[in-house]
């Protein structure tokens, strides 16, 4: 094959040439996995990470690649697998199949092996022949269904021996049963058995019942405990929806989109210019917003938002001044954060202040990051809107009436102010209201005598010895018990404390 200097030296190459050299690159690629792979499991084996000052392999290979954690320790584990199934090593370096081949053999092989945990490992070798063959002829879809298939039955194999240790079971606690009644009727000298006078012959204790018997096994595919949705925030602000669901929940999902996400051509007859998945993830959103609006019989309809509106206590003083509001944003039918629309008021004025990525940016959503300024207003355009007034520092002064009890209303100026666990930085619909000073301790239910603390913190808070006050600018400030920092020193709350740029 013709080396290529850079990618623009494929302009010299025949067309046979290009079509080769991909075929003899793909192979390459392959045998260098394969290699790759061997490498790993020698790394692991020998402890080198520990060597190198790493507390795991994967940790040393995600630091020297940077590549993401999960994904170092993934390659540890399909690496270490391998060394137990050398057929699939070898037809990887051989160049049969590729990569994503062997991670799909992998991942069906503990699909399987979940399915049936009593499985012998020489019903697993026959498992792993079965997928390697798929994977021969096939594309990593084809591995897939065979690895389902076979988990499948293996579930119907466990399902059928459980029932089957069931029977036996109840028999033998019958056994027992009529055992038992037949010693209590010696016992009061009757012969269990009529005109039968020999009342001392054998009649040995059966067999014990074996010990308790679990839940069937689950098939995989329908096992709602393993179920996981997550979502990441990525660099960008946009959030990657990351999910694992059994098939029935998975129906319910496809059923709900299906009906929403049909193509709508435009008005001039043209096809609809959106993709499949954007026609999902609109369907989707009609969902979340038909759901938040409609609500539940119990309860009238909600708005899409919680809004809270706040205005400084120098505006109310210095009227001829141009008014400044702040706007918060909550998530759609979920509760509320802060927000701050420096120099934006209908008044036209401008006014300097924090810069979007600072902890005080005002604009922000409770479970995901800061906006612009340009969504929390439109977000406000269909909002619940809730005044506040705030001092310079951003506390809450006054709600428009008393309270003596922590209301909602009084949960929803903490939250204004805390934005989170003010320990760990949990997300505020998440955490419970805290006293500062205990209630039992005569502390009364002020907005400044209240903080936000999820409920680990909150344990910690009455179990191990930190404390809360309030700082000189009317923030909640943690200090730590002796046994994590002797000299005590005070913390900001969770979302003013300056992070180390990533």
């Known amino acids: 094959m013709q080396k290529l200097g850079d990618y623009r030296s494929a302009d010299t190459l025949t067309d046979h040439q290009i079509s080769s050299a991909i075929v003899e690159l793909t192979h390459t690629e392959n045998q260098l996995a394969a290699d790759k792979y061997a490498l790993l499991a020698h790394f692991a084996r020998r402890g080198l990470n520990l060597k190198q000052g790493h507390s795991s392999p994967a940790h040393w290979l995600a630091t020297g690649t940077r590549v993401a954690h999960g994904n170092a320790d993934k390659q540890f584990d399909i690496a270490t697998w391998l060394t137990a199934w050398p057929t699939v090593h070898t037809a990887l370096a051989a160049g049969d199949i590729h990569p994503a081949h062997v991670r799909e053999i992998h991942e069906g092989y503990w699909t399987v092996n979940t399915a049936d945990t009593t499985i012998t490992t020489q019903q697993m070798g026959e498992v792993v022949r079965l997928l390697l063959d798929a994977a021969l002829i096939g594309t990593v879809h084809t591995v897939k269904v065979r690895a389902n298939e076979l988990s499948l039955a293996a579930a119907r194999d466990a399902r059928a021996r459980h029932e089957q240790r069931l029977r036996e079971q109840q028999r033998r606690e019958q056994q027992h049963r009529d055992w038992e009644k037949r010693q209590h009727q010696r016992g009061q000298g009757n012969d269990p058995v009529p005109g039968n006078d020999d009342n001392s012959r054998e009649d040995p204790e059966p067999e014990p019942a074996p010990g308790p018997i679990g839940p069937p096994p689950i098939p995989v595919s329908e096992n709602v405990a393993l179920n996981k949705l997550e979502m990441f925030l990525l660099a960008n602000g946009r959030t990657t929806v990351k999910g694992d669901i059994d098939t029935v929940l998975a129906e319910k999902l496809r059923a709900s989109l299906t009906a929403l996400s049909r193509p709508h051509p435009e008005p001039d007859g043209t096809r609809d210019p959106r993709s499949h998945a954007r026609r999902n993830s609109d369907a989707l959103s009609q969902i979340l ?194 046994t994590e920092d002797p000299q005590r020193q005070p913390r900001p709350s969770y979302h003013r404390q300056r992070k180390p740029a990533a």
Request: proline share 7%; charged share 20%.
């Open 289 to 482: 917003d038909e759901h938040n609006t409609r609500g539940h019989s119990a309860r009238p309809a909600t708005t899409p938002a919680a809004v809270n509106v706040t205005v400084h206590l120098r505006d109310l003083l210095t009227p001829d001044t141009t008014t400044t509001t702040d706007n918060t944003a909550g998530s759609s039918g979920t509760g509320s954060s802060s927000g701050t629309d420096s120099g934006s008021g209908t008044g036209g004025g401008t006014s300097s202040g924090p810069t979007m990525g600072d902890p005080d940016w005002p604009f922000h959503l409770e479970w995901t990051q800061a906006i612009s300024a340009t969504l929390a207003r439109l977000l406000a355009c269909d909002a619940d809107l809730t005044p506040f007034i705030i001092d310079d520092n951003g506390i809450p002064l006054a709600m428009g009436r008393t309270v003596r009890l922590a209301t909602d209303e009084q949960r929803r100026a903490v939250t204004l102010r805390d934005r989170c666990c003010i320990m760990c930085g949990k997300p505020a619909t998440w955490c419970q209201v805290h006293h500062i000073v205990f209630f039992r301790d005569d502390g009364p239910t002020d907005i400044t005598n209240l903080t936000l603390v999820c409920t680990t913190c909150h344990r910690r808070i009455h179990n191990e010895g930190w404390d809360i006050t309030l700082g000189a600018d009317g923030h909640p400030t943690v200090i730590p018990p002796a």
